[in-house]
C-alpha cells in the first residue's frame, strides 16, 4: 500500500482524550506503530513546533491539524485543550523523545486528570534511558534531574546539593556549555564517571566515557553540537564499596586530616566534613 492509498483509507474515531505520544529522538525508524495511529486518528495534536512535528507527520502519511503548546502557552490555551480533550482525541507531543521529561506538559495532564479527562500514554524513545544504557554506569538507580543550570554559581549549587547521592546522575545539556560543565565537574568530583551520549539513534551515535577532565580536553577540540545526555557515575565508594576509614588511613599517610578529607570527599563524594572529623580520630588512634 502506497502514501496514496493510506491517506484515502477513513480512520475511525479514537475515544475523546488527552493522549501523550513518545516521538524519535533522531531515527525515524523509532517511531512506534501505536504512536503513528493515535497520530493519524487524532483530532488535533497539541506540539512544541509545528515546524518539527509537521516533518514527522509528513513521514508518516498524517494530515491532523496541530496547534502549538510550549512554554510559552498562556493558561487559556491549556484550558481550551483540556475542554476539547473531553469531547475529541487530544494529543500531546514533544519535539523528541517523551513528553513531560524536562517539558512543560506536566500542567496539561495534571489538569486534564483534575477535570476527569481520561488521560493515556504511548510510551517510546526517550534520550535519558537511551544514553543511561549506552553509559555502561550502575542503572539499578539513578536520577535524572534535567538541564542543569547556565550560570555557574548555579550549576555549582545544584551539582554540590546532590554530591552525596549515591547514584548514577543523569542530566540533558546543549554541546555550547557542555566543556564548561565538565570543567567544573573535574574540579568537584575528578575521579567520578562520566558518560557524554549525543547523536543517539542517529547515524554518528557516541557515547564516550571517562574522567571530566580528560572528557573537557576531547571536546574543547571537537566541539559537539544539538542537545547532550551527561551522565556522572555514583560515588566511589558507592560502586567498589570501598572502606571511607580505609581511604581515609591510606591518604593520611602522606597527608594532614584535613588534606585527606578532601581527598577521600572527592573520590567518594561523601561529605568532607564527616571526612575530617573521622581523619581526626584516625590520627589519634
Same mark, same amino acid.
Given at each position: *500500500?502506497?502514501?496514496?492509498?493510506?491517506?484515502?483509507?477513513?480512520?475511525?474515531?479514537?475515544?475523546?482524550?488527552?493522549?501523550?505520544?513518545?516521538?524519535?529522538?533522531?531515527?525515524?525508524?523509532?517511531?512506534? *506503530?501505536? &504512536?503513528?495511529?493515535?497520530?493519524?486518528?487524532? @483530532?488535533?495534536?497539541?506540539?512544541?513546533?509545528?515546524?518539527?512535528? $509537521?516533518?514527522?507527520?509528513?513521514?508518516?502519511?498524517?494530515?491532523?491539524?496541530?496547534?502549538?503548546?510550549?512554554?510559552?502557552?498562556?493558561?487559556?490555551?491549556? /484550558?481550551?485543550?483540556?475542554?476539547?480533550?473531553?469531547?475529541?482525541?487530544?494529543?500531546?507531543?514533544?519535539? &523528541?523523545? /517523551?513528553?513531560?521529561?524536562?517539558?512543560? %506538559?506536566?500542567?496539561?495532564?495534571?489538569?486534564?486528570?483534575?477535570?476527569?479527562? *481520561?488521560?493515556?500514554?504511548?510510551? %517510546?524513545?526517550?534520550?535519558?534511558?537511551?544514553?543511561?544504557?549506552?553509559?555502561?554506569? +550502575? @542503572?539499578?538507580?539513578?536520577?535524572?534531574? $534535567?538541564?542543569?543550570?547556565?550560570?555557574?554559581?548555579?550549576?555549582?549549587?545544584?551539582?554540590?546539593?546532590?554530591?552525596?547521592?549515591?547514584?548514577?546522575?543523569?542530566?540533558?545539556?546543549?554541546?555550547?556549555?557542555?566543556?564548561?560543565?565538565?570543567?567544573?565537574?573535574?574540579?568537584?568530583? +575528578?575521579?567520578?564517571?562520566? &558518560?557524554?551520549?549525543?547523536?543517539? /539513534?542517529?547515524?554518528?551515535?557516541?557515547?564516550?566515557?571517562?574522567?571530566?577532565?580528560?572528557?573537557?580536553?576531547?571536546?574543547?577540540?571537537?566541539?559537539?553540537? $544539538?542537545?547532550?545526555?551527561?551522565?556522572?557515575?555514583?560515588?566511589?565508594?558507592?560502586?567498589? @564499596?570501598?572502606?571511607?576509614?580505609?581511604?581515609?588511613?591510606?591518604?593520611?599517610?602522606?597527608?594532614? +586530616?584535613?588534606?585527606?578529607?578532601?581527598?577521600?570527599?572527592?573520590? /567518594?563524594?561523601?561529605?568532607?566534613?564527616?571526612?575530617?572529623?573521622?581523619?581526626?580520630?584516625?590520627?589519634?588512634?
Amino acid at each position: *500500500m502506497d502514501t496514496q492509498d493510506i491517506e484515502s483509507v477513513p480512520f475511525e474515531p479514537l475515544e475523546p482524550g488527552l493522549y501523550i505520544v513518545a516521538t524519535p529522538i533522531g531515527n525515524l525508524g523509532d517511531v512506534t *506503530m501505536r &504512536a503513528v495511529d493515535v497520530l493519524r486518528r487524532a @483530532n488535533v495534536i497539541a506540539c512544541e513546533d509545528t515546524r518539527v512535528t $509537521g516533518k514527522l507527520l509528513k513521514a508518516v502519511s498524517a494530515t491532523t491539524r496541530m496547534q502549538r503548546y510550549d512554554d510559552h502557552a498562556s493558561a487559556d490555551v491549556r /484550558t481550551r485543550l483540556i475542554e476539547r480533550a473531553a469531547s475529541e482525541a487530544v494529543a500531546l507531543v514533544s519535539d &523528541a523523545g /517523551t513528553p513531560l521529561i524536562s517539558d512543560p %506538559g506536566y500542567r496539561l495532564v495534571r489538569e486534564a486528570r483534575a477535570a476527569g479527562v *481520561m488521560v493515556t500514554t504511548l510510551p %517510546g524513545a526517550c534520550a535519558a534511558v537511551a544514553g543511561l544504557t549506552l553509559s555502561g554506569l +550502575p @542503572n539499578d538507580r539513578f536520577l535524572f534531574a $534535567g538541564f542543569l543550570p547556565v550560570k555557574d554559581k548555579a550549576r555549582r549549587d545544584t551539582l554540590d546539593e546532590l554530591s552525596a547521592i549515591e547514584t548514577t546522575l543523569v542530566f540533558y545539556e546543549t554541546g555550547p556549555r557542555l566543556e564548561r560543565t565538565l570543567r567544573m565537574l573535574a574540579e568537584i568530583w +575528578p575521579q567520578r564517571e562520566i &558518560a557524554v551520549a549525543r547523536e543517539l /539513534t542517529k547515524l554518528h551515535e557516541e557515547c564516550r566515557t571517562g574522567f571530566a577532565g580528560d572528557l573537557a580536553e576531547h571536546y574543547a577540540a571537537h566541539p559537539p553540537k $544539538g542537545e547532550i545526555v551527561l551522565l556522572i557515575g555514583p560515588p566511589v565508594a558507592a560502586t567498589t @564499596n570501598a572502606d571511607p576509614d580505609e581511604l581515609l588511613r591510606d591518604a593520611l599517610q602522606e597527608a594532614s +586530616p584535613s588534606k585527606a578529607a578532601g581527598k577521600v570527599a572527592k573520590l /567518594t563524594g561523601l561529605d568532607r566534613q564527616t571526612l575530617y572529623a573521622r581523619a581526626v580520630e584516625i590520627k589519634g588512634e
